[in-house]
């Protein structure tokens, strides 16, 4: 079964899974979930228990966007809406009626607005024309990406398989040299009984030869 020693900060487990049998016997499990709740049990973590890891840098992929939208949570303040003042065309109001000035300055606006619908329907056009090439090339790029990815995926999941099957080859092996071994240390201890039953006989016979003969 498995057993775990720890030699200058190193765990070594002498568990061989592959080969090891018994784990569905009856009582098995029991023991494993007993000596898992006796170690929790045990284990009495202190709120300080990280203290020998340093002190995390929360503000380290922050921005001052990020920043200044957390501070605006943490004083529960609501978000800031979209302002469409720009895109709205006033008239002068009432008092400004024969105001030359008022005038020119929604007229200007006017322009402005106008100059600005301009440009995103040229927008809109260059997309319409050049857009459907791009968008082609950032999918192939894509594509690309997932190709590879998936490439890599498959190349760690056959090397986990080999390593797996490299595991499994090993412990079969180191298991049945185990299984030879105890086989032969079985049989040594059995011989080495039979030649200590036979050297007790022998004995028991030699003192029986010497009362004999005294």
């Known amino acids: 079964m498995a057993g775990t020693a720890s030699v200058a900060g190193e765990v070594f487990v002498d568990a061989l899974p592959y080969f090891d049998q018994g784990y569905d016997a009856p009582g098995v499990r029991e023991a494993a979930a007993a000596l898992v709740e006796e170690e929790t049990r045990r284990y009495r973590p202190t709120k300080n228990y990280l203290s020998y890891l340093p002190t995390p840098d929360f503000s380290t992929f922050e921005t001052e966007i990020m920043r200044n939208e957390f501070e605006r949570l943490a004083a529960r303040q609501p978000m800031e809406l979209l302002s469409m003042k720009r895109y709205e065309l006033p008239a002068p109001t009432s008092g400004q009626k024969n105001d030359i000035t008022a005038w020119q300055e929604c007229v200007n606006n006017s322009m402005a607005q106008l100059e600005h619908q301009a440009v995103r329907i040229e927008n809109l056009e260059l997309m319409s024309q050049y857009g459907t090439n791009a968008w082609k090339v950032y999918n192939g ?27 499994k080859n090993d412990q079969l092996a180191a298991g049945a040299k185990l299984r030879e071994l105890e086989s032969n240390w079985v049989s040594l201890v059995s011989k080495n009984y039979e030649i200590e039953r036979a050297i007790v006989q022998l004995e028991n016979e030699v003192g029986q030869l010497r009362q004999q003969q005294g």
């Open 141 to 167: 790029n894509l594509a690309f990406m997932i190709e590879m990815a998936q490439k890599e995926l498959h190349k760690f999941r056959k090397q986990i398989q080999d390593l797996n099957w490299q595991r």
